[in-house]
């Protein structure tokens, strides 16, 4: 496994997957999508976000007008299904934990879809880092700080990327700010998905 390039703590696996592994990962969230509808959240404010979100494993993240918490079940009522064990396997390679995750949430992003910048803080354990993975179409990731404002950094991120958000970027602030719509080939109605795999409870 080729070392990451580190940027403000986020390690960067620069085409961590290869085409066929990330045809199998679209495979298997064929099946998890299926299972668990993706949605368009509300904020607690009441604004519709642009990403639509699924999640597979114990839990999932949800937003509504009661606030962002973790749930075992989709809105509809069903529990999440399994984590895919291709899923499971980017998590064994790079998070360095001995714990699982309980969560892996599924962003997808459509033409001029974006994420504000924020930080992952809704989880009982940071210790554990938040394992990335992209696939799709190119996302414009943008890597600010733990406290609010101050300069950022941005990375475009390709299909098969894999980011790693332990240590110091745990609770850094990263959002994306723009997707280069049908630069990928990967996803037949074109966008970008991006994985998020996270340990959920305490330890
Ligand atoms: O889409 C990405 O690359 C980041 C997603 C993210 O930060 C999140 O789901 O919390
Ligand atoms: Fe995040």
């Not at 990451?4 to 085409?19: N, Q, Y």
């Not at 001995?98 to 599924?106: F, G, T």
């Not at 924020?118 to 700080?145: C, I, K, T, W, Y």
Request: charge should be positive; hydrophobic fraction near 40%.
């Amino acid at each position: 496994m080729a070392e990451p390039r580190l940027i403000r703590g986020f390690a960067l696996f620069d085409g961590f997957l290869d085409r066929p592994a990330q045809e199998a990962m679209v495979a298997d969230l064929r099946g998890v999508l299926a299972a668990a509808p993706l949605v368009r959240p509300e904020t607690p404010r009441g604004q519709k976000m642009s990403v639509r979100m699924s999640a597979c494993g114990d839990f999932g993240w949800v937003s509504d007008r009661r606030g962002y918490r973790y749930e075992p079940r989709h809105p509809s009522g069903v529990a999440w299904p399994p984590i895919p064990q291709s899923v499971l396997r980017v998590w064994q390679a790079v998070s360095g934990c001995d714990r699982l995750p309980e969560c892996c949430l599924v962003n997808w992003y459509g033409e001029g879809a974006r994420m504000g910048l924020h930080q992952d803080r809704d989880e009982a354990d940071f210790a554990a880092p938040v394992v990335s993975v992209s696939l799709g179409d190119e996302g414009l990731f943008r890597m600010g700080n733990t406290g609010r404002g101050g300069s950022t950094e941005s990375v475009w991120l390709r299909s098969g990327d894999v980011v790693v958000m332990g240590g110091e970027a745990r609770l850094r602030h990263h959002g994306v700010d723009r997707i280069r719509f049908g630069s990928s080939t990967l996803l037949p109605n074109g966008g970008r998905i991006n994985l998020t795999l996270r340990v959920v409870t305490p330890a």
